[in-house]
């Protein structure tokens, strides 16, 4: 967070410091595995408390920011590049699939 590590009270360490130094003592007395314990257990009470449809509502928000921040990123020219090289390789597929086909109709006569 911008300004946080600015938080000094003092001279010591700032809060962003204070919390890293901490999660590694953590880490190193309880190990990895005990992060994911906790984040399962987490997860088993969210989904609990909140759900099928909490995730859903999470899982939109995401994808508006996300696609709102890759429109910011790369503009509006962006989406009908891509939009071309999809319709592209879907002919290209559409090709190769007719002449597959037609070598198996081919083979099947031969046969």
């Known amino acids: 967070m911008p300004g946080m ?6 001279g010591g360490m700032s809060v962003r410091e204070a ?3 901490g999660g590694e003592t953590v880490k190193n007395k309880y190990g990895s595995e005990f ?3 906790i984040g399962r257990k987490g997860g088993l009470a969210t989904k ?3 759900g099928h ?3 859903e509502q999470i899982g939109k928000k995401g994808g508006k920011k996300g696609g709102e921040a890759t429109r910011d990123r790369y503009g509006p020219n962006f989406y009908e590049k891509i939009g071309q090289k999809g319709g592209q390789k879907v002919k290209q597929l559409i090709e190769e699939g007719k002449r597959a086909a037609a070598v198996a ?3 099947k006569r031969a046969s």
Request: no cysteine; net charge positive; charged share 35%.
């Open 35 to 37: 992060y994911e314990q």
């Open 48 to 50: 609990l408390a909140h």
């Open 19 to 21: 919390g890293q130094k």
């Open 53 to 55: 449809e909490f995730y």
């Open 5 to 10: 590590e600015q938080n000094k009270r003092g």
């Open 105 to 107: 109709q081919k083979q």
